[in-house]
């Protein structure tokens, strides 16, 4: 159980943060920027339910939130540690599930699709975007010598998944109102 007596501790004046294993890293380090981005992502969901707070989809989104707090903690915890929460097969599976679910009922792409439509597709897209971005985080911190074996994989497939879902949601919230806004090569080119 997390425990905050208080909200500063004054540690992290010299550039550091602690991780779960005790470990102190630059505030810089890919590793806080990939959890923070896991973060900021969450956050991204808030806004989209503090929006539309009638979405069908409430419930998903608060059960992506809480995974995504699984998934920083993963990450705030480098190693095999089998102590530790860890992000497993099961949570990706959920998630094609839910896919496979949604797209089932959508008309078949034929073009890319413009971000926005509705203000819940709007906020999946921004979402999604902020996903992929974790997910290029975590793959750029796997890929340094020193992190070897120090970030599960799964965590990379779980944001890869996070990712298409938040896509899928977002073209079935259109689909509702009107469908996708669609690309139109060189639309407006002279």
Known sequence: MVRLNRIYTKTGDDGTTGLGSGERLPKHHLRIAAYGTVDELSCVLGLLIADEPETEWLEEIRKQQNELFDVGADLCVPGEDGEKLRITAGYT??????IDQLNEDLEPLKSFILP??????????????VCRRAERLVSELTALPEEAGRVNGEVLRYLNRLSDLLFVMSR??????????LW???ETQA
């Open 184 to 186: 139109k090569p060189g």
């Open 116 to 129: 926005g439509g509705t203000k819940a597709a709007a906020h999946l897209h921004m979402a999604r975007t």
């Open 172 to 181: 079935a919230a259109n689909a509702k109102s009107g469908g996708d806004v």
């Open 93 to 98: 599976e959920r998630l094609e599930v839910l």
